[in-house]
Nanobody
Framework: QAQLVESGGGLVQTGGSLRLSCAAS????????MAWFRQAPGKEREFVAA????????YYTDSVKGRFTISRVKAENTMYLQMEDLKPEDAARYYC???????????????WGQGTQVTVSS
């Protein structure tokens, strides 16, 4: 299975922007769903956004709709998460993952990256 490597995290002020990347070293099948999850200290891992690799259909959790945009470049085997108007509550470690179907539960995803840290200062 493809190795997933996230990058692009960092420290940003409230209202700022970041773009996260998830690069896959192996093949991602058109039937797969790629997703972003995040986990803050002491909290459960939560769904952020997902994209169907083949069709490009996208899904978002309500708290990021209108602020985050998920996308992918199939030729580069890379998925992105453009984050705008960041808020302190967006601070977390962000993970990308591969699944065989769309689901907001992390247990439905079989392949995970190591994550990239996003810190938002108020």
């Amino acid at each position: 299975q493809a190795q997933l490597v996230e990058s692009g995290g960092g420290l940003v002020q409230t209202g700022g922007s970041l773009r996260l990347s998830c690069a896959a070293s192996g093949r991602i099948y058109s039937s797969h769903v790629m997703a972003w999850f995040r986990q803050a200290p002491g909290k459960e891992r939560e769904f952020v956004a997902a994209i169907r690799w083949g069709y490009g259909s996208t899904y978002y959790t309500d708290s990021v709709k209108g602020r985050f945009t998920i996308s992918r470049v199939k030729a580069e085997n890379t998925m992105y998460l453009q984050m705008e108007d960041l808020k302190p509550e967006d601070a977390a470690r962000y993970y990308c993952a591969t699944g065989t179907s769309y689901d907001t539960s992390p247990t439905s995803y079989f392949n995970w990256g190591q994550g990239t840290q996003v810190t938002v200062s108020s």
